[in-house]
């Protein structure tokens, strides 16, 4: 699996963590950080489609 580097606002890091660990939703900062953009993938594909600009093959 390819690694990046993301700069994000210390701020959101520190929300993530609250969801992140033991006592949370996700197991580590990358499981949660794919999920999220899972999710933001799939809203702009529904999005897209409301304005008819996903192909049909996709």
Do not use: F, W
Not at 20 to 45: F, P
């Amino acid at each position: 699996m390819p690694k990046i580097s993301v700069e994000i606002p210390q701020e959101l890091l520190d929300d993530l963590d609250g969801h992140v660990g033991d006592d949370g939703k996700y197991v580590n900062r990358s499981d949660a950080i794919r999920a999220s953009v899972r999710k933001n993938l799939d809203i702009l594909d529904e999005i897209d489609e409301r304005h008819g600009r996903l192909d049909s093959d996709e």
